[in-house]
């Protein structure tokens, strides 16, 4: 059966400056652009970091998804299956898809699903994955402070096993990048004051949008709204005062 | 006191494509262009992944930084001493300087050494820091694996600790990216090998460059050559046979 490929893109943290030659050409070759939105948001800011570099995006056929509410496992494979069984039908038919992802679509991305849910579906799906600048690297360059040098290691790692593995990792990594805050910044910021670790840590959210935030100073999140943990990163560096 | 901007500009991994748009601008804007160059090597890498991208290259003043040879920790901080020297000469005469570095100058860079160097001579003076795209973020792209989902973390390191420092890491992480390898390949290979995790392992060497190797059967890079462990990089996901 002839066959298109499917193209993750990474569309970085969000300034469309930082969007990759790569993925710029892939734009403007191909014609179907699956974007995501995230809940309640109007527009996807996938397409938006990247609109302004595609020519002739009328042309385009772009299919906005909209990630499902629901926190149930078998609702959410039953999504990816759904996604993935019309996008196969693109490549089926001998079209290539671009999908598009925030940031890379190495780190937390759901993008990950979609793959799982197309092999499942074709085991010899053709996929090409670009990579994307991640907000964490970002993030790094905006506080001037390097993720890793010399003999340090780095540990990205998300809220998400619990806040227990997330203090055990505080307690035993020496660079952490903690990302996917989200509601849980709260609890993430007692844990860091509770470890003695919030002069070694800075805060950056929006990193590369307009609405960018950086703290170098965490005990200004103190009150913060539930939104101020959404496309944040913290990085903490036990080496550095 | 007038004064230019540092711009440390991460030109990714190899392939010029994969450049983003903000480095292009910055290095089409700004006139000086520090390049390093490895030992041995008669081009600058992050020169040439760039060079195609910059108009009217022969208007640009372009110092190519020959790295020392030396293990010394004095000669080398007396190395970065006086290339800060030259270089803020460039910033307080009002010039902006680009200084390239391979992947993302966040992760194992040079630069940090440079930066901390140009801080010691003014603490005052201007750096913008632009990310790139490192070497493990294409590599997981190559082999379609993504370093972190869902609730897992993952760990960047390097031999650079110490043998022992590694294998505890390889012991207690899930997913670990392993970078800097150079020389140490053989003992890195045989480390993997004895904690039985060979087959979870992938390994991608000058990603995004010609001589792009991916192997994702380590048992094939038993006899190689004392070259192999340059510009590589193993990723370990111990979910994934």
Known sequence: MSRGTLYGVGVGPGDPELVTQKAISILNRERIIYAPRARGIEDSLALKIV???????????IEIIDYPLTTNSDEKRDFWKTLAGGLIGYLHNDENVVYLT???PSVYSTYAYLVRALRELDGDVDISTIPGISSYSLAACLVNQPLAEGDEDCTICSPAAGLDYLSEILDNRKNIVIMKIGRRMGEIIDLIREKGLLTHAAFVARAGLKEERVETDLSRLEQTDTETGNLSVILIRKGIV
Do not use: Q
């Open 102 to 104: 925030l940031g890379d």
């Open 51 to 61: 609109e302004r570099h595609i020519r002739n995006i009328e042309t385009k056929v």
